[in-house]
């Protein structure tokens, strides 16, 4: 049986526990209702998982080398509220106190180290999981990589699995053309464009007829 390792996307499930839960604060008023929610789906994933590795990724404020190509990425999110900003630090620190690893990296953002440690992973034979609101993430979806993709509401959580025959099964491509997908029909979310009067199911039509841009 194949050693596994669970890699979690930190901003991505804390922001989906903070807008998926009621507001709860703590005695002295700090919010702590991300956290908790964060931690419900930890913990979740950790009993059905059982990994031997566990690590969680962070995006750091720098700018990535994906501002110093395009400037205008993700120019225009709104910042975090700060009932969610105040609970990053917290969680943190709850994580490194039940000695679970955290990793960032200046000029990168999670995604970037989470799929580097997929494929590495992968690569020695181990078994991954990647657990992520964010479906970008689809296109690391292989026969021994899982994306799974919680969504948060206030009567529990539902998690939505795929391996690359899920990823085909529910959007018609396969993960690597999931990406010509997103460069077809853009990201409004990052403030990248596609082209225009194109959107998901024309890229989809156009993927599927032609199979790569």
């Known amino acids: 049986m194949c050693e596994k390792i669970l890699l979690i996307d930190g901003h991505?499930?804390?922001?989906?526990?903070?807008?998926?839960?009621?507001d709860l604060t703590s005695p002295e008023g700090l919010h702590t209702g991300?956290?908790?929610?964060?931690?419900n789906i930890l913990f979740r994933v950790l009993e059905e998982e059982k990994?031997?590795?566990?690590?969680?990724?962070f995006d750091r404020s720098e700018p990535t080398f994906r501002h110093q190509k395009y400037p205008e990425y993700?120019?225009?999110?709104?910042?975090?509220p700060e009932e969610l900003k105040e609970q990053l630090p917290l969680?943190?620190?709850?994580?490194?106190?039940?000695?679970?690893?955290?990793?960032?990296?200046?000029?990168y953002e999670a995604d970037d180290l989470l799929g580097t440690l997929a494929k590495?992973?992968?690569?020695k034979g181990m078994d991954v999981t990647v657990l992520s609101g964010d479906r970008d993430l689809l296109q690391l979806a292989t026969d021994k990589v899982l994306i799974r993709i919680p969504k948060t509401k206030r009567n529990g959580t539902e998690?939505?699995?795929y391996y690359a025959k899920d990823v085909l099964a529910q959007?018609?491509?396969?993960?690597?053309?999931?990406?010509?997908?997103k460069a077809l029909m853009g990201d409004t979310a990052d403030n990248i464009p596609g082209l225009p009067g194109v959107g998901e199911k024309t890229a989809t039509k156009i993927i599927v007829e032609y199979g790569s841009v």
């Open 120 to 123: 590495r992973s992968e690569e």
């Open 12 to 22: 991505s499930i804390l922001n989906r526990a903070f807008y998926g839960l009621p």
């Open 51 to 57: 990994p031997e590795y566990l690590a969680v990724a």
């Open 74 to 80: 993700k120019g225009t999110r709104k910042p975090m």
């Open 34 to 39: 991300a956290v908790y929610g964060f931690l």
């Open 159 to 161: 998690i939505e699995d």
């Open 91 to 107: 969680l943190q620190e709850m994580l490194a106190a039940m000695g679970i690893t955290t990793i960032s990296l200046a000029g």
């Open 171 to 181: 959007y018609q491509v396969t993960p690597k053309q999931f990406i010509e997908l």
